[in-house]
Every structure is written in structure tokens, then in C-alpha cells.
């Protein structure tokens, strides 16, 4: 079939190149954005008395048939079309004739391609910050409940200070608050209207930018046309944000994948986000976690794939921006899959509160607490870290804990201590005795919470 832009050249292509040239496959995710701008452009052209206003009524109505049959599925999208704008245009043609050729004025598939995609892509982020609330929410939920269960807190992977599994959880809760917040940051920029800059350099027809904006939903427009068609950091923008919500993601899935490892037994995750192995009766495979771990990999290499298309490229349009979509839209599509997939992978977990208990009653994690004890009694740290430092590995050689050392043995290396050091070193003690703002006692997990239940009714109010 002869192209639309048939003129300097016959039009014919090789249909090996043609196959090679095309986005339908990608692009026609964006059909509802794609037609609904084309709504919007036909508009805009009757109120500037660009064209006929008979003809935008045809247009119109064209187009809203298109976009029923479309979701209907009676009509089905033409694969061997180039892209999804020239498929909308060509049926709209063939179904009311020339007036369908009238819409493509004062604007080219450059600044129309841009609009969709940060149409599409608008709605997207918004959908992925709605999963992000929705995982917040879990995480806040657990995180009451798990107020006061103490477990190890690590550092370098060796246990470190004892610590509230409430707080733990709410540590991802924060990283989860930073994403969504990037996210809605990514959309400020994303809802800035690039239709009317044409193929580069604007247009000689008297257009309205600000009017097609408007009915679009976009707050401003783009101030330079060249710029405008150019542009593709709203992707980037987009694809960082979901390539550090993976990290988050990944980091979290890496220490259920620990947890749930005979060696912690912490936790034990639903049946329904395991897998079994087909020789070893006794598995149960984190194929979940793991999976979202992996796909962490796979989204920054959405974003390096992107940065590198981009990189030198002159302006203004260039073919080579039809490479967008695939890895942005891969993105999109995959962190939306894995916050589908965590979310009630954490709330459906069992959380072994007597394991990570004994897992704190092993490995000293309460020495600091003892050298604080020394230094509540006026002795300088260091001396008081040594001090410490030598009860544990009395301790050790002689396989005792902190906890039930008998007083004779710390006297034996200083005389400080009285009865009152066996409060300092108790567990449950030396996690709540950390009430500065942000620490882990089951105090600050509840301020926390509190401070939580506020931002998501908040966060749910704002996205009504
Ligand atoms: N399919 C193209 C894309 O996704 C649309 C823009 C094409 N413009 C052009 N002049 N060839 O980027």
C-alpha cells in the first residue's frame, strides 16, 4: 500500500525495511492517548477557524468510533501499519473519507508522538505511585504489629544492635515515600505539552497551544519547538525513578530470600510465592523474590538503553527516538509486575518472632549497651568499649551471653558494675532505651506509624 507520505518518493519501500521501520507493535498500547489528542488537535483547529467546523465534528466523531471499536475489539490494529498515529489516521480516512485528511494540519508525527507518550506514560506513573501507596499502607500495617518484635540489626551482614522488626519494615516504607515523591516529581515534567511544535520549528497556521493544552489536562506548554520535539528526559526521568524503586525493591527481596533461609528462619513466605523443586522434596524456593531481584537488572538496563540511544543525537527528531518506547514501556510494565507481586508477598508472610528473638540472644549484640552502662557511670567510651570488648570474648571462650554472666566475672575486670547492669544489657531494654527521633524503640516504630497514617490518608486524599 502507498504511504500516507507518499510525494518525494513513490512510497513504496522493501517490505523486509517496512517491517524493520514499523512501531505498531510497541506504539499501539498508546491508541486511547493517540486519539484522544487527535480530539483535542481537531478542536483546537475549529476554534482558530483553522478548518471547517463541519469537518471537526466528522473528525470527531471519526475518532470516538475508532476508539469504541478499538475497545470493543471489532476493529483490530493493522500490524503491518507504521505506527499508531498513521493506523488512527488512515481508518479514520477510509471511514469518513477526505475531511480525515484535514486533522493532520498544524501539527506532524513528531510533536504528536511526543504527546502521546507522556500522555500514556502520565497515566502510568500515576499507576505505579497507587501500587506504591498501596505497599506503603502494608508495610505501615505490619510494621504496627511488629512494634516490639526484636530481631538482629546487621551491619556488614554480622549482628550489630538489637532492633525492632516494626522499624526494619519501615525503613523500606521511607525509600517507598522518596520514590513515590519522585515519581510525582517526573509527572511535573511530563505534563508539559509538546503539540503545536510540528515537525521543529512551529507553525505559519494560527494555532492555540495553550488552548489544546488545556483540553488535554496539561498544565503549561513547551517553549521552544525544537526542544520540544527533542526531548526525551521525561522517559529518563521516569526510567531513573523506576530504577531506583527497583533497587529498593531488589535490596527488600534479597533479605526475604535471607530470611527465609534455614540458616535465619526469620520468615516464611506464603505457599503462594514459593516455588517447589522438581528433585529436592524439601525445597521451597524463593522464585519470587528472586525474580524481582533479577528484574531489577533488567529495568536499569531499560534506562542505559535509552541514555545511549540519546546520547548525541542532533536536533531535532531523529528515527533513532523510536527507540523509546520499548524499554520505557518495558519498565513501566515490570515494576508494576513486581509491586503486584511483593506486596502481598509481605503481607502474607510469617513472621517467626521466636527465631529472630534467639537469633539476638546470640552474638553480643548488646556490647554496646554494656560500654553505654560504664559510661552512664562516668567512664571515659574508649575505656569503657575496651571493657566491654574483653567481657565478650570472656564470654565466648567460656560460652556464656552478656545476659547471664554472673556479677563476679564483670567485677573481676572493673569494679563499676553493680546489679543494674544485667537492665542495661537486656534486650528488650536496650531496644527501647533508643528513643531519639528515628531510632528503634517501640516508641519512636509508634510515632513513626503515626506519622504514616497521616501521609497515606493524606497521599489517598490527593489522588481522589
Ligand atoms: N513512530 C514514530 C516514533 O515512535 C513516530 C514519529 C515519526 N516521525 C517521523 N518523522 N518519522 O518515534
Known amino acids: 500500500m502507498a504511504k500516507l507520505w507518499a510525494g518525494r518518493t513513490d512510497g513504496t519501500t522493501d517490505r523486509i525495511a517496512d517491517d524493520f521501520n514499523s512501531s505498531i507493535r510497541v506504539d499501539q498500547r498508546m491508541y486511547k492517548e493517540d486519539i484522544t489528542g487527535s480530539i483535542a488537535h481537531a478542536r483546537m483547529l475549529k476554534r482558530q477557524g483553522i478548518i471547517p467546523a463541519s469537518a471537526t465534528d466528522h473528525i470527531v466523531a471519526g475518532l470516538e468510533g475508532i476508539l469504541k471499536d478499538l475497545e470493543s475489539g471489532a476493529l483490530e490494529i493493522d500490524e503491518t501499519a507504521e505506527d499508531i498515529h498513521m493506523f488512527v489516521e488512515e481508518v479514520l480516512t477510509a471511514r469518513i473519507g477526505d475531511e480525515g485528511k484535514m486533522l493532520h494540519t498544524a501539527r506532524s508525527r513528531n510533536d504528536q508522538v511526543a504527546l502521546d507518550t507522556r500522555l500514556y506514560l502520565l497515566n502510568q506513573s500515576k499507576e505505579i505511585r497507587q501500587k506504591i501507596l498501596t505497599f506503603i499502607e502494608v508495610l505501615n500495617t505490619s510494621a504496627k504489629t511488629y512494634k516490639d518484635t526484636i530481631l538482629p540489626g546487621y551491619t556488614h551482614l554480622q549482628r550489630a544492635q538489637p532492633i525492632m522488626f516494626g522499624h526494619h519494615l519501615l525503613a523500606y516504607a521511607n525509600m517507598l515515600v522518596r520514590d513515590y515523591d519522585r515519581l510525582k516529581d517526573c509527572e511535573k515534567r511530563m505534563a508539559v505539552s509538546p503539540i503545536g511544535a510540528c515537525a521543529l520549528a512551529g507553525t505559519t497556521y494560527p494555532t492555540d497551544r495553550d488552548y489544546e493544552a488545556s483540553l488535554l489536562g496539561l498544565p503549561s506548554v513547551s517553549l521552544n519547538s525544537l526542544d520540544a520535539v527533542s526531548d526525551r528526559d521525561f522517559c529518563l526521568e521516569l526510567l531513573s525513578a523506576c530504577s531506583i524503586l527497583m533497587m529498593h525493591l531488589s535490596r527488600f527481596s534479597e533479605e526475604l530470600i535471607l530470611w527465609s533461609s534455614w540458616e535465619f528462619g526469620f520468615i516464611e513466605l506464603s505457599d503462594a510465592y514459593t516455588t517447589g523443586s522438581s528433585i529436592m522434596p524439601q525445597k521451597k524456593n524463593p522464585d519470587m523474590a528472586e525474580l524481582i531481584r533479577g528484574k531489577s537488572g533488567r529495568v536499569y538496563g531499560d534506562l542505559m538503553s535509552l541514555l545511549t540511544t540519546m546520547k548525541g543525537l542532533p536536533l531535532a527528531y531523529n528515527k533513532d527516538m523510536q527507540e523509546d518506547k520499548e524499554p520505557v514501556f518495558d519498565a513501566v ?77 564483670y567485677k573481676a575486670v572493673s569494679d563499676v558494675f553493680e546489679d543494674d547492669l544485667y537492665q542495661a544489657v537486656d534486650l528488650d531494654q536496650a531496644a527501647n532505651r533508643r528513643t531519639s527521633k528515628g531510632g528503634t524503640s517501640a516508641q519512636s516504630v509508634d510515632m513513626q506509624t503515626e506519622w504514616f497514617d497521616q501521609l497515606i490518608s493524606r497521599l489517598k486524599e490527593d489522588n481522589k
Open 333 to 409: 510494565d515490570t515494576v508494576k509486575m513486581c509491586l503486584d507481586v511483593i506486596t502481598p508477598m509481605i503481607e502474607t508472610m510469617k513472621v517467626k518472632q521466636e527465631n529472630m528473638r534467639s537469633a539476638a540472644q546470640r552474638g553480643f549484640i548488646n556490647a554496646t549497651d554494656l560500654a553505654d552502662y560504664l559510661v552512664t557511670k562516668g567512664m571515659p567510651f574508649r575505656q569503657a568499649y575496651k571493657i566491654s570488648g574483653a567481657l565478650v570474648a570472656r564470654c565466648i571462650e567460656t560460652n556464656q551471653i552478656l545476659e547471664t554472666l554472673p556479677l563476679a566475672e
